[in-house]
Nanobody, 112 residues
Framework: EVQLVESGGGLVQAGGSLRLSCVVS????????IAWFRQAPAKERQGVSR????????YYSEAVKGRFTISRDNAKNTVFLQMNSLKPEDTAVYYC?????WGRGTQVTVSS
């Protein structure tokens, strides 16, 4: 069974940084894309970033491009999301995803 466990969320002031981690287990790590989504209260879940575990190709939404960086550590089956210059509108629960599997999420709150 594929499991994804997120960590690293918290409360930070606007302009601050956080680093999220997603540990993936139960699958061959390097054959899938791993993605980060987020969901703010009363809003739909939206894609934030994605990385190919085979070649490292990345994707970022326009809302986070230039501020967030996705990376991977294949040896640790872990994907990271470095979030800099955080804004109050980045406040959401952040979820890790691969194929049809989801983690439980980690809360990120950015105060103004």
């Amino acid at each position: 069974e594929v499991q994804l466990v997120e960590s690293g969320g918290g409360l930070v002031q606007a302009g601050g940084s956080l680093r999220l981690s997603c540990v993936v287990s139960g699958t061959t790590f390097d054959v899938y894309n791993i993605a980060w989504f987020r969901q703010a209260p009363a809003k739909e879940r939206q894609g934030v970033s994605r990385i190919s575990m085979s070649d490292g190709a990345t994707y970022y939404s326009e809302a986070v491009k230039g501020r967030f960086t996705i990376s991977r550590d294949n040896a640790k089956n872990t994907v990271f999301l470095q979030m800099n210059s955080l804004k109050p509108e980045d406040t959401a629960v952040y979820y890790c995803n691969t194929v049809v599997f989801w983690g439980r999420g980690t809360q990120v709150t950015v105060s103004s």
